[in-house]
């Protein structure tokens, strides 16, 4: 095997496919998008990471394999979260997350997931693996991130992050301002949902109001100033976050 980067990509790719009920090594030749290498699966099978099927047609991944997969997966849809939401990268996340999955620890990845309020799912609606962090949050508070669909009319609070699942999709949210850090207030419920967001009355399907995530207010009031100082927590986060990205790339 070539390098560690090619490690991670061949058990991220297996991973993909056994989430998807894929198997097949012609499957897995695809998911690496042609660059296939039969030296680097020996390598994962003698690393006892993945087992093939005695025809020689199906790959998966071994139990130690699936554990070292898990934390390449969390780390790199954390990162797209992580520059979605917080960095403002809009739909260029994507690369910045596949370099970022090879060099941030799981002290790092945890800080990520702690700091976006421990999101279930990456920007295209895949499940993003718990860590002890999430297990943690669970057991001693309530968590501060909840639906749209959940509140309450009057209700206002900020947009955590959106899990649209479809790329045109969040490029029409966006597109109506609907985007992470902005502030949302709930008008109406049935037999649509409206929100006023940046200034603008906003009608969305029940869908659509499920997938986006707000960080959730003890009030129906506007956001109050422990809110702000909270955001100023995050954002001072989000720059070491960057900074050590940018250094270490």
């Not at 699966?41 to 003698?46: A, G, I, K, P, R």
Request: glycine residues 6%.
């Amino acid at each position: 095997m070539k390098s560690k980067v090619e490690k991670d990509e061949y058990l991220e790719a297996l991973w993909c496919m056994q989430e998807s009920g894929r198997s097949s090594i012609e499957e897995l030749k695809s998911e690496v998008e042609g660059n296939f290498n039969p030296e680097a699966l020996d390598t994962l099978v003698e690393e006892d990471m993945a087992t093939i099927s005695d025809d020689k047609s199906c790959v998966l991944l071994s139990e130690k394999g699936a554990a070292y997969a898990r934390r390449i997966i969390r780390a790199h849809r954390l990162a797209e979260r992580l520059m979605y939401d917080a960095m403002g990268m809009g739909m260029d996340f994507e690369k910045g997350a596949c370099e970022f999955e090879h060099v941030i620890s799981d002290v790092l990845v945890n800080s990520i997931c702690i700091m976006l309020g421990h999101p279930k799912e990456c920007p295209h609606g895949l499940p993003i693996p718990p860590g002890d962090c999430c297990v943690n949050s669970v057991k001693t508070i309530e968590s501060a991130v909840t639906h749209l669909s959940d509140m309450m009319i009057g209700q206002s609070a900020r947009i955590a992050y959106i899990n649209c699942g479809e790329d045109h999709e969040m490029h029409r949210l966006n597109g109506l301002q609907i985007r992470p850090g902005s502030a949302i207030k709930l008008h109406q419920t049935y037999p649509s949902f409206v929100v006023e967001c940046e200034g603008s009355n906003i009608a969305i399907d029940d869908e659509i109001a499920h997938h986006i995530c707000v960080w959730q207010l003890e009030s129906k009031k506007a956001p109050s100033p422990p809110v702000e100082v909270e955001s100023e927590k995050k954002r001072g986060l989000r720059d070491r976050l960057f900074r050590r990205f940018v250094r270490e790339d």
